[in-house]
């Protein structure tokens, strides 16, 4: 098992490796102008729904759990569904 100061490292280390990804993954989103108009908007959030829907079982798998205690609470699914909840009402 992992102390949290291991967690923490590997964290760092994660967070480290990626950024140049999360970095142009960011910049191709705003250059597509999702955030331009309601109907980009609406499909940014559908793509996130079914990205949220698909790995929403990781955040309660037995082995990630031991290795991240808190990785319940890092998931979002929950919340984009609310957000696909309240775009249907705003624009029905």
Do not use: W
Request: glycine share 2%; hydrophobic share 35%; net charge neutral.
């Amino acid at each position: 098992m992992n102390k949290p100061s291991d967690t923490l490292s590997l964290s760092l280390r994660l967070k480290e490796a990626t950024h140049t990804i999360h970095e142009n993954l960011d910049k191709s989103i705003m250059a597509q102008g999702l955030f331009s108009s309601t109907d980009r908007y609406r499909n940014f959030v559908k793509l996130q729904y079914q990205f949220h829907r698909d790995i929403n079982a990781l955040y309660h798998h037995t082995q990630l759990v031991e290795i991240i205690p808190d990785l319940s609470a890092r998931n979002r699914y929950a919340q984009i569904c609310l957000d696909m909840g309240d775009l249907e009402r705003f624009l029905s």
